[in-house]
């Protein structure tokens, strides 16, 4: 994808030639020792190739092909007349001095392409030693070292501290801890803990404070299940959940910055902030002008369940969305607290991916989450996975009764959390899935319309669409029982049809049966199925007049059975590479680079297009909106349409953007 060298190189080369000859010439011709002029000659090469640089890799010269023939012909003419003085003056030729020049140029970057190569053969290697054929989908590994890092826990400040780390907001003064180009702080509390008499209550706000206190390791992630495929399990887990974590750049300056915020994935029911692909290092230190937030919230039966048949339930009427409420309390704290850690307030764009871009779509049409976001880059939404009745989490609730052996609330309320989590993780394991419920209270009843109908009016999306996100999916639940889940899912969507839709898809699941397995038919429905929900919301979006934007991920996985979607794009997007290889993955940074970029501009509202050379050795590039796609393959990034790459399945596109 990126070009090994340019004609902008060989330019800035002529006049490093000019340098390194002119530097080494006048110090000899002044008598100056050998060493003395070979300093001049580098000294003089090098400040002119870095000048030069500067110059011709601009925006300013970069964004026309005028300006570039401008700075080209000054750059000859320069070096003409430099010869011709060079030649009459100190009777010395630049021109074995360009041609030295120019091998260097070439031969850098030679080296550097075949030394990133060896690096990514060794990476892919150790990946493939650890996972085979995938079959087994993610087993992210940490040693004892790393778990007990992990599990650090933030302490009382009762003394001094670094004040230069120290920040002060209206709940508390934070003593975050400077790493390379940023700065932590982690950990800090956003929401009263829901605890005792607040559990399934909505999240309550922290009283002022002016105590002081460290922010230097992530709070506990949410109760969950376990998965046995996510870093969340090597992470101590509690119901005194609700913090987040903020990674500004060290650098400090009087302008604020546009704030980023991410909403962790992994299906409502377990995953958190401490995630390693999440860690804002990498992004930060490239893009020190944003400020990055992470944060946890409520999951499966602790955020996500229906109390309204249970005796002593009507006093937990939010208790459908608590995951919800806990997302908008985060937001509210990063709007009334995120000044005092460099950040605008009033320029706060979302990320999200799974069912962390399910949620930040449902919270685009929340009144209650009004005016807390501006922009939304959410990947892999799917608003087919909330319930849009209530019959769903009063089923889960039903299960939960039955496991815990309780009747009432107030018997709930006493149970421990080690046994809420038990009970919740057999009712997992029996596809008992926790999901958002679009009560027509804090969520419209019907998102498509709400969309259409301008709900979300005022927020800037980009919507991600993924290719293959089944196998990812997979790759999350683990093979066991995977079979299962599909079959069991793919017969909910088909109940959700008329008869017509439905038998085209049983159809078409008979016809790919043929040439493989009925699970795999089945799964590349859903594939269909994901995808074009996602599409949809961004066609009512903009009905509605919403700005949008659409990607489409369409790159092979190094290993095929772990797929490619959610975490690839997540770590790709961050530039989180050695995170990425714990999930089976190798990033490309060419691709990386791009997308980091052109998510920046997202972010701080530039225009969504890539002068040429502003990711060095990457031609121009205008990322067009909606109905035009980015699309992301294996060699390249191009502007398409994208709807004839949805589906398969006759009739399908029609039923779905009906």
Not at 96 to 105: K, Y
Not at 595 to 609: E, I, R, S, Y
Request: hydrophobic letters at 45%; aromatic letters at 10%; charged letters at 25%.
């Amino acid at each position: 994808m990126r070009k090994l060298f340019t004609i902008d190189d060989f330019m800035v080369a002529l006049i490093a030639a000019l340098g390194y000859g002119y530097g080494y010439a006048l110090a000899e011709l002044a008598g100056w020792p050998m060493p003395l002029c070979l300093v001049a000659c580098f000294a003089l090469g090098l400040a002119l190739e870095e000048i030069v640089g500067k110059i011709v890799f601009s925006e300013t010269v970069q964004k026309t092909t005028r300006n570039r023939v401008i700075a080209y012909g000054a750059i000859i003419l320069v070096f003409i007349v430099a010869h011709f003085i060079a030649l009459q003056w100190l009777g010395a030729s630049m021109i074995e001095d360009a041609q030295e020049e120019f091998l260097w140029v070439i031969g850098l970057a030679i080296l550097g392409f075949v030394i990133n190569l060896v690096i990514r053969w060794n990476r892919i290697k150790r990946i493939r030693k650890v996972y085979g054929d995938g079959n087994e989908g993610y087993i992210p590994e940490m040693d004892d070292e790393e778990v007990e890092e992990l599990n650090e826990q933030n302490r009382p400040v009762l003394g001094e501290h670094d004040a230069e780390c120290a920040v002060k907001t209206r709940t508390g003064t934070y003593v975050g801890e400077k790493d390379g180009k940023v700065v932590y702080y982690l950990g800090i509390p956003y929401a009263k803990p829901p605890v005792g008499e607040l559990r399934w209550k909505a999240p309550e706000p922290l009283p002022p404070s002016d105590a002081v206190h460290e922010a230097k390791n992530f709070g506990a992630s949410a109760m969950q299940v376990e998965s046995n495929v996510a870093v969340s399990e090597h992470h101590r887990q509690d119901e005194d959940c609700l913090t987040l974590n903020i990674c500004v750049g060290a650098r400090e300056t009087e302008e604020k910055r546009p704030v980023l915020v991410l909403f962790h994935h992994s299906g409502f029911t377990f995953g958190g902030s401490a995630d390693p692909l999440l860690h804002g290092h990498n992004y930060i230190s490239s893009f020190p002008d944003i400020v990055l937030v992470t944060f946890n919230y409520r999951l499966g039966v602790f955020g996500f369940v229906d109390f309204s048949e249970v005796p002593g339930g009507e006093a937990y009427a939010d208790s459908s969305n608590l995951g919800l409420l806990d997302q908008i309390a985060a937001l509210r704290w990063v709007h009334e607290n995120i000044a005092a850690f460099g950040g605008d307030p009033e320029r706060v764009t979302v990320a999200g991916f799974e069912s962390g871009a399910t949620c930040i779509c449902l919270l685009a049409a929340c009144e209650q989450a009004r005016g807390l976001f501006s922009k939304a880059f959410v990947f892999n939404a799917n608003l087919e996975e909330p319930y849009d009745t209530v019959d769903g989490p009063r089923a889960l609730t039903r299960s939960l009764l039955r496991e815990t052996q309780t009747t009432t609330m107030e018997e709930l309320v006493r149970l421990e959390p080690e046994a809420l989590q038990e009970a919740a993780q057999k009712i997992w394991r029996n596809w008992g899935m926790s999901a958002p419920l679009l009560d027509g209270r804090l969520i419209p009843t019907d998102m498509y319309r709400a969309y259409q109908e301008s709900a979300a009016a005022g927020i800037e999306f980009i919507v991600g669409i993924p290719s293959d996100e089944i196998l990812v999916f997979r790759s999350f639940v683990g093979a066991e029982g995977y079979e299962d889940l599909v079959a069991f899912v793919a017969a909910d969507v088909q109940k959700r049809l008329d008869d017509r839709h439905a038998a085209a898809i049983r159809e078409y699941i008979d016809a790919q049966t043929a040439s493989s397995s009925e699970i795999e038919a089945k799964a590349e429905f859903l594939d269909q199925w994901i995808a074009l929900s996602a599409y949809r919301a961004a066609v009512k979006l903009i009905e509605g007049g919403n700005e949008v934007h659409l990607m489409y991920w369409g790159q092979k996985p190094l290993i095929e059975n772990l797929g490619s979607g959610t975490v690839d794009v997540l770590a790709t997007l961050l530039g989180n590479a050695d995170e990425l290889e714990m999930y089976g993955g190798v990033i490309d940074k060419d691709l990386s680079e791009i997308l980091q970029t052109l998510l920046h501009k997202f972010v701080v509202g530039d225009a969504l297009q890539l002068y040429r050379n502003e990711v060095y050795g990457i031609d121009a590039f205008d990322w067009e909106p909606f109905p035009k796609a980015l699309i992301v393959s294996d060699d390249r990034c191009s502007c398409d349409t994208i709807e004839d790459k949805l589906t398969e399945i006759d009739g399908l596109a029609d039923y779905m953007l009906r």
